[in-house]
């Protein structure tokens, strides 16, 4: 229980960094909106208050729009940058509304909220990192990050799955990834007839990855259902619970522990996480 209050300590001193109070929205100008997907729409913005600029990977904001309401999404650009990246699927009506924004529109932000994955933690390791579908948003952030310190780091390995080729978001960047020394592996549920990488779901390409012992660490965020096997899969390769982190976006609504909606026993995943090592949430059935 002791990380998780201080993990809800660390929470809300990064919620209230530069805010006057966490449930005040600030402005964010939009000087990029372009669909890179069918569903997905990716946000370049330009926030008013450049000490929200200051997060983490795997953090998130509070976006909403004045009579839509508002929702939490992930962060997927890297701490440093100059503009907040967003890449929001729409699903209802105020991601359909955000959808509809332009260059020159505005949007809202509160945050940012949650704890993120900390570098320092990482570094020295070998990282798997275990990506699906919009998983790969916040896990880009973090990719972006290491990749910017990869000296400090060691083998990096990137396993992402999607449903179809035409779904797999940042394609253009991961060349760019693989200059850069990463090993990036795809995979897509279902092939069309240019596909010629692998098919199938992400854990068919975990054992192929090479893992030193105790010097590697895996990253996992995606859809609930792959959990459970990508785990059983990173263990399979010799990583314990320390060894594992994972993101539980998990029914987060206000981002401030008020609401509920995110809680799992004693925990408020908008709070505590939504980054997780395997650890912390052993004891908690539900998480999973």
Known sequence: MNSYIKATDDSLHAMTRGMESPYLPFLGMVERSM????????????????SMLDYRPGQFFMVGLPGYGEAPISITSAPGEKRIELCIRAVGNLTNALHRLHKGDR???RGPFGRGFVLDELSGKDIIFV????????MRSLLKAVLAKKERFGKLTLIYGSKT???????????GWRRDGMDVQLTVDKADAGWKGNTGVVTTLIPRVGVKD?????????????????????????????EIYMSLERRMKCGVGKCGHCQISSVYVCQCGPVFKMSEITGLPEAL
């Not at 990506?131 to 916040?138: F, K, L, R, S």
């Not at 895996?218 to 990583?239: D, W």
Request: charged content about 25%; cysteine-free; hydrophobic content about 45%.
């Open 214 to 242: 105790r010097n590697t660490l895996g990253v996992i965020i995606g859809p609930p259902v792959m959990y459970r096997f990508v785990i059983l899969s990173l263990k399979a390769k010799g990583l314990g619970p320390e």
């Open 131 to 138: 990506a699906g579908g919009i998983g790969i948003v916040p």
């Open 35 to 50: 669909r890179v997907s069918e569903k997905e729409r990716f946000f370049s913005v330009a926030p008013s208050n450049e």
């Open 165 to 175: 080729p035409e779904e797999i978001l940042f394609a253009e960047e991961m060349d």
């Open 107 to 109: 949007m809202w932000l």
